[in-house]
T-cell receptor, first 112, second 113 residues
């Protein structure tokens, strides 16, 4: 079945710096790659997603890139702010069931 | 919240007891999912349902059971056969089967002692 590996598990940056989180997936049939942000004790919330027919997508300070050949995708956050501190999860969707397979999560800490 | 309601927020049970977690959605979504979250392990899929009266096992279905008698409801029962039931349980739904984001409920934190 699909497996998603996410790195790093923890990331600490200074406010204003960029943060990059990387994920790899195993199932070449995966065609949808969302990223979720989860604050402590709360539900995951979608921040950006990308479909397999697109290589890059941006939304203000957040961007996601996808390399289908290498089966990896990355989240880029620029000009980080303390409120970006949270756990970030990548996910991949194999086939047409709609289910998502999640990475292990990255705890991002943005220091003021 | 967000059209998906999970109740209760906190649940405490004694070992050996079955417990049912509620999940209701008013988004008119066909597909619903149950995930379990443990520290450092991300979200793992327990069961999912794409249509009423049908559901499939996820990656960690052992010790759990579900039903989907109504489109709006997808309750999860944690049975006494589940060896490590203490966790944060998240219910989600989506309106499309493919390439659609999941909408999550606020979760139920289950503690079994």
């Amino acid at each position: 079945g699909e497996n998603v590996e996410q790195h790093p598990s923890t990331l600490s940056v200074q406010e204003g710096d960029s943060a990059v989180i990387k994920c790899t997936y195993s199932d070449s049939a995966s065609n949808y790659f969302p990223w979720y942000k989860q604050e402590l004790g709360k539900r995951p919330q979608l921040i950006i997603d990308i479909r397999s027919n697109v290589g890059e997508k941006k939304d203000q300070r957040i961007a996601v890139t996808l390399n289908k050949t290498a089966k990896h995708f990355s989240l880029h956050i620029t000009e980080t702010q303390p409120e970006d501190s949270a756990v970030y999860f990548c996910a991949a969707s194999p086939g047409n069931t709609g289910k998502l397979i999640f990475g292990q999560g990255t705890t991002l800490q943005v220091k003021p | 919240d967000g059209g998906i309601t999970q109740s209760p927020k906190y649940l405490f049970r004694k070992e050996g007891q079955n417990v049912t977690l509620s999940c209701e959605q008013n988004l008119n979504h066909d597909a619903m999912y149950w995930y379990r979250q443990d520290p450092g392990q991300g979200l793992r899929l327990i069961y999912y349902s794409q249509i009423v009266n049908d559901f499939q096992k996820g990656d960690i279905a052992e010790g759990y059971s579900v039903s989907r008698e109504k489109k709006e409801s997808f309750p999860l029962t944690v049975t006494s056969a589940q060896k490590n039931p203490t966790a944060f349980y998240l219910c989600a739904s989506t309106g499309g089967f493919a390439r659609s984001p999941l909408h999550f409920g606020n979760g139920t934190r289950l503690t079994v002692t």
